[in-house]
């Protein structure tokens, strides 16, 4: 009956998202959701200075071990759905009509809340360019209103636009991050070359849980591969591929960029220093190792990097709005594909409005964008989308368990099992330190964990009356409207 329901929802063309996008547009925009440059120079420098120091490249190689096993049930599950809205296709697929709805709930807040963090540490870091090269001193919030703006114009428009946008800033950034590291490899750093980061000792020293929660909030976005499904050229081919090309190279670039950095300054030293320099880490490192204007072209790039990011969520938003649209769980105006673009341009706008409505309060309550919009709501994205991915472990063992689609072991058995422990490992983790990653409140670390849980919780109910109102059927078909 679900399968059933889910083909309905697709039957009308009107409603279908287009596009060509192929494997390397994918990998663009699962790339610029994890924003390379702003885990290297961002990310990085507190997982060294709060985290495991000098083991910070192998907590990056553990938590693309762990999605990389996770990708396999993944991957093999997206030639059976390609909804544009991954995960929550997939739960629902596997687990049924309400937790699926309960997934979309969650995955929205994790989107939602992380594309709010961003605009606050987008916003801090234009202000800090403005002031280091002369330009006007305005509030954050102008800046944040400012790059929603062009956001807002790009996510309106095709798929294919935006990916070629991406394309031209991530190929920029990584080539700096390379350009970085082998400048700090080549010249030996500063006592040597040495692989202690990849040691297990190291990497268990300090707080390897706090690492792992930067490290896993780094892939953040990795869903990517399968929301575009419909505006792929062959989804069977191309998203299982994008998979593991999304995941290993995010993976490689960050272990071999945070292993720089740690050699940039000694494995012994490394942790000391990003205490001291937490916000300038890699900043020291550029112009040590490539001189001050490199440093000064990075925190340009710093600037495209964060916007790349914010891009590629405001589409994933878009298209979830459009997927629950289109199956009757949101308003049906949501389901409109725009005639030449082929994009859901009204879930665009929507988007956009709902950003701005976020981002305003925190601006209205005077926050500061980067201690508050930023920490509080990037901690709450991380929990909420670790909870949807557990979820979809299961659902992807619950659908090969009952479907013929697909009979191979590793594939449908072994690997999304192990891939769903690994994530439950790292979700334990995360919610253990908690309070840490949220500024130190346990008060708020516990109201903001009680929002994703009723999230999930009412979402699903919700669901669940609803698919009765209709006589068990969860999807309505859509029309015209």
């Known amino acids: 009956m679900v399968e059933q329901a889910v083909s309905a929802s697709a039957s009308a063309p009107t409603h279908r998202l287009r596009g060509s996008i192929g494997v390397s547009g994918i990998v663009f925009l699962v790339i610029a959701a994890a924003a390379p440059l702003t885990a290297v120079a961002g990310s990085l420098p507190v997982m060294i200075a709060l985290g495991n120091g000098a083991g910070?490249?192998?907590?990056?190689?553990?938590?693309?071990?762990?999605?990389?096993?996770?990708?396999?049930?993944?991957?093999t599950m997206s030639g059976s759905v390609t909804?544009?809205?991954?995960?929550?296709?997939?739960?629902?697929?596997?687990?049924?009509?309400?937790?699926?709805?309960?997934a979309a709930a969650l995955a929205l807040l994790a989107y939602t809340t992380i594309q709010a963090a961003i605009y606050g540490l987008a916003a801090s870091t234009v202000d800090a360019v403005m002031e280091r090269f002369g330009g006007p001193d305005l509030p954050w919030w102008v800046w944040a209103f400012a790059l929603m703006a062009l956001v807002a114009v790009l996510g309106y428009r095709s798929i294919n636009l935006g990916a070629k946008v991406l394309g031209v800033l991530l190929i920029a950034e990584i080539a700096l991050i390379v350009v970085l590291s082998a400048s700090i490899l080549g010249q030996g750093g500063a006592e040597g070359i040495d692989v202690s980061s990849f040691s297990p000792s190291t990497f268990m020293e300090g707080s390897p849980?706090?690492?792992?929660?930067?490290?896993?909030?780094?892939?953040?976005?990795?869903?990517?591969?399968?929301?575009?499904?419909?505006?792929?050229?062959?989804?069977?081919?191309?998203?299982?591929?994008?998979?593991?090309?999304?995941?290993?190279?995010?993976?490689?670039?960050?272990?071999?960029?945070?292993?720089?950095?740690?050699l940039a300054f000694g494995?012994?030293?490394?942790?000391?220093v990003a205490l001291e320099n937490t916000a300038d880490l890699t900043f020291i490192a550029a112009t040590e190792y490539l001189g001050s204007v490199t440093s000064d072209v990075m925190m340009v790039m710093l600037v495209t990097s964060l916007f790349a990011a914010l891009l590629a969520f405001h589409n994933a938003i878009s298209r979830y709005t459009h997927a629950l649209s289109r199956s009757g769980f949101a308003p049906r105006g949501l389901m409109a594909v725009h005639t030449r673009h082929g994009s859901p341009h009204v879930g665009s706008l929507v988007q956009t409005a709902s950003a701005f409505v976020l981002v305003g309060i925190f601006a209205l309550a005077g926050a500061d964008p980067v201690l508050e919009l930023f920490t509080w709501m990037a901690g709450v994205a991380t929990v909420a989308m670790l909870v949807v991915m557990v979820l979809t472990s299961i659902a992807i063992v619950a659908f090969f368990a009952r479907s013929d689609v697909d009979r191979r072991l590793w594939h449908t058995k072994i690997a999304p099992v192990l891939g769903g422990l690994g994530l439950c490992a790292i979700t334990a983790l995360v919610i253990a330190n908690f309070t840490t990653l949220i500024g130190g409140s346990r008060v708020l670390a516990n109201l903001f964990l009680a929002v994703i849980a009723v999230t999930f919780v009412a979402a699903t109910v919700c669901g669940h009356f609803v698919i009765r109102s209709r006589g068990g059927h969860g999807d309505r078909t859509p029309t015209t409207p």
Do not use: C, H
Not at 56 to 75: D, E, K, Q, R
Not at 83 to 102: D, H, I
Not at 220 to 249: D, L, S
């Open 56 to 75: 910070a490249p192998l907590t990056y190689i553990v938590a693309a071990a762990v999605l990389l096993v996770f990708s396999v049930g993944y991957a």
């Open 209 to 262: 849980g706090i690492a792992l929660m930067f490290a896993i909030g780094s892939f953040i976005g990795f869903e990517a591969t399968a929301i575009y499904g419909e505006e792929t050229k062959n989804p069977r081919r191309t998203v299982p591929v994008a998979t593991y090309v999304a995941v290993i190279t995010i993976g490689v670039l960050y272990a071999v960029a945070s292993w720089a950095i740690v």
């Open 83 to 102: 909804e544009t809205g991954a995960f929550y296709a997939y739960v629902t697929k596997g687990l049924g009509r309400s937790p699926g709805l309960g």
């Open 267 to 272: 494995s012994d030293n490394v942790q000391a």
